[in-house]
């Protein structure tokens, strides 16, 4: 069973990894329809608050995902940021590149989403 915590988190990782605003109000209403199909509508306001602690938490820190730690080094080499300032996760599945969330801003430019966003531009070509 997953808490609160966890929805919440699944639904921020495929709002991060999708750009259009079209597919991400999909998300939502989908992932809405979800929390009602487990009865979990009482537990709104909970989620409504951890969901804001999330966006402050974003606000304070730069989280940076990147595939290994030679990545990681690269990057601190090149950044001129307080250690404490930086939540960084090493995800051994993405191939390379970097997804930055700063402010509540996506940047992410890993070859994966790089993959993803060329996949979609071929498919709407066909």
Do not use: C
């Not at 602690?53 to 304070?60: A, D, G, M």
């Not at 820190?61 to 960084?88: G, P, Q, R």
């Not at 090493?90 to 191939?95: F, L, M, T």
């Amino acid at each position: 069973m997953f808490t609160l915590k966890n929805y919440l988190q699944s639904v921020l990782e495929l709002l991060e990894n999708e750009s259009s605003s079209e597919l991400q109000k999909e998300i939502i209403t989908n992932w809405l329809k979800t929390l009602k199909r487990h009865h979990r509508e009482s537990e709104m306001p909970k989620l409504l608050q951890l969901l804001n602690e999330e966006i402050e938490r974003r606000k304070e820190k730069i989280s940076i995902l990147v595939a290994n730690n030679s990545d990681k080094d690269h990057l601190k080499e090149s950044l001129t940021l307080a250690e404490d300032s930086v939540d960084w996760e090493i995800n051994p599945q993405e191939i390379g590149g970097a997804k930055i969330i700063w402010q509540n801003h996506l940047y992410n430019n890993t070859i994966r989403s790089q993959f993803n966003r060329l996949d979609r531009k071929l498919s709407e070509k066909l």
